[in-house]
């Protein structure tokens, strides 16, 4: 079983809403592949929520789901420019006040910045990643600003057994902690051994203990937006290793997941037949 941690939020585009939040979006894809998956969320009492609530339901990851009385449903205006997306994110919503609730140890437990940027989430975080001692937990960095600052960013860092990561976060690390190789300060101060880093339509690289993978991307003529290419890579990397397919081949197919993505309007795909291939 593989359980996300953190926001399930409402993407309100300028012409439709779309449910998000890459917790969501990593366990949805999971669950479609056919691997038991769920979140430990937090929504509101409001209209908003009643959707999230239909849609969670409707996906079979409505098990671990907390609703809050008094705080709304988590929200974030999406933009679009030349299909790259930039988000205004509301705050002091439901996912912000996520409760510990007792629950059976996954094999995987994924979480990122995001949530963990605020005191209720990481006291709820670390009481899972103490109970789940036998349990590999994946970061995927995920920064958002003005939704991190350092004592986030190496909670998330030292809780991580895998790293995910993009382009431009590693360059941030590099420049925040003065690091020319971050891969191996990560290593040597975090003990991560496991990174996985994309580059966008320059593919992305594995580091994965002492050994080192490259996958490139096809060229997309037609991209429709960038929403949530980086979780689907998450999720048929992650399905890749539950599955025990070899590295290469679980690299390459996540890297070319992600690129179907970006030709599909928003993170998740209404056309269920395009996982079909995906499937092992």
Request: with cysteine; charged share 25%.
């Amino acid at each position: 079983m593989v359980l996300s941690f953190g926001e399930v939020l409402m993407d309100c585009f300028p012409d439709k809403k779309v449910i998000g939040g890459a917790p969501f979006n990593v366990a949805v894809h999971l669950q479609r592949l056919g691997e038991d998956s769920g979140i430990i969320t937090k929504i509101g009492k409001d209209g908003l929520g009643l959707e999230v609530r239909d849609i969670l339901e409707r996906e079979g990851l409505a098990n671990a789901l907390q609703v809050d009385s008094e705080k709304p449903t988590g929200r974030v205006d999406v933009t679009l420019n030349n299909g790259q997306p930039s988000y205004e994110i509301h705050k002091n919503c439901g996912w912000e006040f996520i409760e510990f609730a007792h629950a059976k140890a996954p094999a995987y437990f994924v979480f990122g910045s995001l949530a963990l940027y605020f005191s209720n989430n990481k006291e709820a975080f670390r009481k899972y990643r103490s109970l789940f001692s036998s349990t590999t937990f994946l970061c995927d960095l995920n920064l958002r600003s003005p939704f991190y600052d350092q004592e986030t960013i190496e909670l998330c860092l030292s809780s991580a057994d895998i790293l995910k990561i993009n382009d431009e976060e590693l360059d941030y690390l590099a420049q925040t902690y003065n690091q020319k190789d971050v891969i191996l300060w990560l290593k040597e101060k975090f003990n991560i051994t496991k990174v996985l880093l994309t580059r966008g339509a320059d593919g992305a690289t594995l580091y994965w203990e002492n050994e080192t993978y490259e996958s490139n991307v096809k060229k997309i003529d037609f991209i429709k937006d960038t929403v949530g290419a980086g979780d689907s890579f998450t999720a048929l990397f992650l399905y890749g290793l539950i599955k025990k397919q070899n590295l290469d081949e679980t690299l390459a197919r996540a890297s070319e997941f992600a690129s179907i993505i970006c030709q599909t309007a928003g993170a998740v795909p209404n056309d269920l037949s395009v996982y079909n291939s995906y499937k092992l």
